[in-house]
């Protein structure tokens, strides 16, 4: 049988890794990057609207996903200009690809879009971003649920995936500095979140696909946390409970290094994923040990960092 096509773009990145792995066996691809960081990726730069549009025309894809995106928050509230050209404005030219081709688009949204004021969010709750980032990626949302005239948004929470390679966020920092000898961790006990295996986010989008949904849908991992639980959980699953200090502090003790505004809340439930039957999310813990596993098998015996 002949396999369906998928254009995905801004897939060197930590989810773009998983995506390929997830849907290479099944679909025909095409993988592009501004940094084209593997074999399987040619270049292309999503904002060259004239470029995209012509790379995306001539493979003919089923579908479109529109995966990158500048995802460091704080570059984002030093690069307002750029932010919203690669965060937004590339978004509409996707949209308007993906409308002329009659072909459904994916766009992956974040939890980053709400302000953090609530205990929990769900598919119900309005968005109220409070920085660039955030805010960048809310308009490229609400312009694919306007526009779009068949699409998939997929709310992520903390992406933890890629490895030492792509990971560009808190368990590789974290993985860093154990690597690099520190025997204690400061970490921040006012940020709550929900951890997001960028293989199980990739695998769930192919379930909904294969399942021929559409819509927007919160996907996280299982459970409620926060950077200092998940911090813990990591250094548990290293085994190095006895060798490396935990010290709880709060936001304002990084807040030279990590000056953009966070929301206190970011955790997500995956409500219309549970209400199809759909949630094939594990556990973060679960999904942690499993990253873990998969990427930092040469990290796990303990002696590593001793
Ligand atoms: N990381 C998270 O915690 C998180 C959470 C929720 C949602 N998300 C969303 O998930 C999606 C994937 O993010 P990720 O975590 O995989 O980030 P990532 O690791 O930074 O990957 C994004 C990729 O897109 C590339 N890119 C940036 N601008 C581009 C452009 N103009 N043209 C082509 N490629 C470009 C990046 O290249 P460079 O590295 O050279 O910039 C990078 O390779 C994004 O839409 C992000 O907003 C991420």
Same mark, same amino acid.
């Given at each position: 049988m002949k396999k369906h096509k998928i254009y995905m773009v801004g897939c060197g990145g930590m989810l773009g890794e998983a995506f390929f792995e997830k849907y290479r066996q099944d679909y025909e691809l095409k993988c592009t990057d501004i /940094?084209?960081?593997?074999?399987w990726l040619s270049y292309l730069d999503f904002r060259d609207a004239d470029a995209y549009k012509t790379d995306v025309k001539n493979f003919r894809p089923d579908w479109l996903f529109h995966l990158g995106a500048y995802t460091d928050l704080e570059y984002c509230e030093l690069h307002e200009e750029v932010t919203y050209i690669t965060n937004t404005e590339s978004v509409k030219y996707a949209v308007k690809i993906a409308n002329g081709l009659n072909i459904p688009i994916l766009y992956i949204s974040t939890?980053?879009?709400? /302000?953090?004021?609530?205990d929990v969010y769900d598919e119900s709750d309005t968005p109220n971003p409070i920085g660039h980032y955030g805010k960048s990626k809310y308009f490229g949302e609400k312009f694919v649920i306007e526009n779009a005239k068949e699409y998939l948004i997929c709310r992520a929470g903390w992406m933890m995936g890629g490895?030492?390679?792509k990971d560009k966020k808190f368990i590789q920092k974290i993985m860093k500095q154990i690597k690099n000898g520190k025997k204690e961790l400061h970490i921040v006990n006012d940020k709550l979140g929900t951890p997001t295996y960028t293989h199980d986010f990739a695998t769930n989008v192919k379930l909904l696909i294969e399942k021929g949904e559409r819509g927007l849908f919160n996907m996280v991992c299982g459970g409620f946390t926060g950077r200092f639980e998940v911090a813990t959980e990591l250094v548990r699953l290293l085994d190095l409970q006895d060798d490396i200090k935990i010290t709880e502090v709060n936001s304002d003790y990084f807040a030279k290094e990590y000056f953009a505004d966070r929301p206190a809340c970011e955790r997500l439930i995956n409500k219309k994923l549970d209400d199809l039957r759909l949630n094939i999310m594990r556990d973060w813990k679960v999904a942690l040990k499993d990253y873990l596993n998969n990427y930092y098998s040469a990290y796990l015996s303990h002696s590593e960092f001793l």
């Amino acid at each position: 049988m002949k396999k369906h096509k998928i254009y995905m773009v801004g897939c060197g990145g930590m989810l773009g890794e998983a995506f390929f792995e997830k849907y290479r066996q099944d679909y025909e691809l095409k993988c592009t990057d501004i /940094d084209v960081n593997e074999d399987w990726l040619s270049y292309l730069d999503f904002r060259d609207a004239d470029a995209y549009k012509t790379d995306v025309k001539n493979f003919r894809p089923d579908w479109l996903f529109h995966l990158g995106a500048y995802t460091d928050l704080e570059y984002c509230e030093l690069h307002e200009e750029v932010t919203y050209i690669t965060n937004t404005e590339s978004v509409k030219y996707a949209v308007k690809i993906a409308n002329g081709l009659n072909i459904p688009i994916l766009y992956i949204s974040t939890a980053g879009i709400f /302000d953090g004021i609530k205990d929990v969010y769900d598919e119900s709750d309005t968005p109220n971003p409070i920085g660039h980032y955030g805010k960048s990626k809310y308009f490229g949302e609400k312009f694919v649920i306007e526009n779009a005239k068949e699409y998939l948004i997929c709310r992520a929470g903390w992406m933890m995936g890629g490895g030492p390679k792509k990971d560009k966020k808190f368990i590789q920092k974290i993985m860093k500095q154990i690597k690099n000898g520190k025997k204690e961790l400061h970490i921040v006990n006012d940020k709550l979140g929900t951890p997001t295996y960028t293989h199980d986010f990739a695998t769930n989008v192919k379930l909904l696909i294969e399942k021929g949904e559409r819509g927007l849908f919160n996907m996280v991992c299982g459970g409620f946390t926060g950077r200092f639980e998940v911090a813990t959980e990591l250094v548990r699953l290293l085994d190095l409970q006895d060798d490396i200090k935990i010290t709880e502090v709060n936001s304002d003790y990084f807040a030279k290094e990590y000056f953009a505004d966070r929301p206190a809340c970011e955790r997500l439930i995956n409500k219309k994923l549970d209400d199809l039957r759909l949630n094939i999310m594990r556990d973060w813990k679960v999904a942690l040990k499993d990253y873990l596993n998969n990427y930092y098998s040469a990290y796990l015996s303990h002696s590593e960092f001793l």
